[in-house]
């Protein structure tokens, strides 16, 4: 489980956010939300390790995960902005790579099985520079699934999909969640999640 | 892992091959231009050769630089492979060897061929050659921390050349010693010594300092 003790955070002279407590457990799931620039994207760095907590620490399983470093890394699967899609790849060799380079090597097959899950069955040797940016997210939707890690931290994972696509990334974390996995969402609109394990957090300007 | 991420840069490359060809024609040409400027004067350009040769691929290795993560950093590859639970030094190390196979190792493939025009001997190509081969991972590796510092910034490639080029300055002299010596009969092996000995040192810590590089920039 995922414990945040007194977050705070700042950018440049401006305080985004203090005093930020939660505790996530398995099966849980944290909305964040907020207006733009109120810093819910720094907030899922700092959740993934990439940035540092102005103040506060952050524990995985009761450690601190600066103490923890790769061994938290493995806990996680990270969605940014950025898809993580390399233009010159097609989008088999972008999912194969970038799961090999996370240390999970799949064969060709496998591959496919998690590109027809999102739907890019048909696009699956185009380069990645010919697809939609909601082909795109796809893509990295794929890679999310295929970390198989037990934390998903997601900054804005329903921006460009389509109604099919926000379907089915919801039934994604749905399912992630009935595994016992966890999820960190920022977003703008409703993942109609059950209430039950969802926590909110409101960021403020 | 490490051979993935090299296998994927060299994909990269060769789907981009334009930019690798820049640089190699750029090496080319400003090597030839010496012989052709200065004219048939065999002991003048034999003299100039170890460093108009060494200097060239400073300057070649340079326009690649700026290439090494900055297109991983903009569509956000980079951040996967950090948050990755491979150590950081390994990541780093292959990126620099995929650099050095790509960008460096056709200039000491070529750079033979390009001391005929300086009337090097035959004994002479071969020790640019290996002191090409011994010197040109210091300038990757020397040159990744640079590239990963300014990472993200403006002007980043001038910026490069400023940090990096005065740290480049040992390979240069003991390089550029070692084909001089060569040239005027002399051994080069204390030179390829001193030039290994500098490689061992850089392998050793650039790394290090190219990862903390790196994660202060995606910060």
Known sequence: MLEAI??????????????????????????????????????????????????????????????LDEGYSGEIAYLAHQNGVKDELTAIENLRISSALNGQALTKHETQTFLERVGLARCQDLPARVLSA???????????????????ILDEVMASLDDAAVALSREFISNHLNDGGMAIVATHQELGLPASKTQRIDLRP | ????????????????????????????????????GIGPEGRLLRTIAPGVVWVAALLASMLSLGRMFAGDYQ???????????????????????AHWLISEV??????????????????????????????????????????????????????VALLVLPLFIPALIFGAGAVEASVNGASPRPWLLLLAATLIVTLVFGPWATGAALKISVE
Not at chain 1, 28 to 40: A, D, F
Not at chain 1, 134 to 152: K, M, N, T
Not at chain 2, 75 to 93: A, C, H, K, N, R
């Open chain 1, 6 to 67: 007194n977050l705070g955070c700042v950018r440049g002279d401006r305080q985004l956010f203090t005093n930020l407590n939660f505790l996530l457990e398995p099966g849980g799931l944290i909305e964040v939300r907020g207006p733009n620039g109120s810093g819910k994207t720094s907030l899922l760095r700092i959740l993934c390790g990439l940035a540092a907590p102005a103040e506060g620490e952050l524990r995985w399983r009761s450690e601190d995960i600066r103490s």
């Open chain 1, 134 to 152: 909601g082909q795109r997210r796809r893509l990295a939707l794929a890679r999310l699934l295929a970390a198989d890690a037990s934390v998903w």
């Open chain 2, 1 to 36: 892992m490490f051979w993935w991420l090299v296998w994927r840069d060299l994909i990269l490359a060769w789907r981009r091959r334009a930019d690798v060809l820049a640089t190699l024609f750029f090496f080319v040409i400003v090597v030839s231009l010496f012989p052709l």
């Open chain 2, 75 to 97: 569509d956000g590859t980079l951040e996967q492979m950090l948050l990755s639970p491979q150590s950081i030094y390994l990541l780093v190390f292959g990126k620099v060897f």
């Open chain 2, 106 to 159: 056709p200039l000491v493939v070529v750079a033979p061929l390009l001391g005929v025009q300086f009337g090097l001997a035959q004994n002479n190509l071969s020790t640019v050659a290996v002191s090409l081969l011994l010197g040109t991972p210091v300038l990757s590796i020397i040159g990744s921390v640079g590239a990963a510092l300014t990472l993200g910034l403006r002007a980043a490639n001038v910026l």
